[in-house]
């Protein structure tokens, strides 16, 4: 069973950047690593997900053109670049694994692990 550890929250200001890493611990096989966030008082939502390979990538439309997602599958990590970041982004953020690598945008609920979250926090 695959652990999710989730690492480079913080408080910035707005229009810093920040990324946040998904280092996957044990475990065996191949999966998609998606990327959602709880802003206060909200619920869950998408942010952004990578298949396996890496050749497919998919955002939601508020981060798209200020995050970039990917991963190195060697060092079992999943990165997610965030730039430009404004008060509207704070939240904590989680990432989860998709083992189907393939359903991975059909809702949350098909993950199959999730990480405890790292916490962002953008000031105006």
């Known amino acids: 069973q695959v652990k999710l550890v989730e690492t480079g929250g913080g408080v910035v200001e707005a229009g810093a950047s920040l990324n946040l890493t998904c280092t996957s611990i044990?475990?065996?096989?191949?999966?998609?690593t998606g990327w959602f966030r709880r802003r206060p008082g909200k619920d869950r939502e998408f942010v952004a997900v990578?298949?396996?390979?890496?050749?497919?990538?998919h955002y939601a439309d508020a981060v798209r053109g200020r995050f970039t997602v990917s991963r190195d599958n060697i060092e079992r990590t999943t990165s997610l670049q965030m730039n430009d970041l404004k008060p509207e982004d704070t939240a904590v953020y989680y990432c989860?694994?998709?083992?189907?690598?393939?359903?991975?945008?059909?809702?949350?609920?098909?993950?199959?692990?999730w990480g405890q979250g790292t916490q962002v926090t953008v000031s105006s």
């Open positions: 990578i298949n396996w390979s890496g050749g497919r990538k």
């Open positions: 989860a694994a998709d083992y189907s690598d393939s359903r991975y945008l059909l809702g949350a609920h098909v993950y199959d692990f």
């Open positions: 044990g475990g065996t096989g191949s999966f998609a």
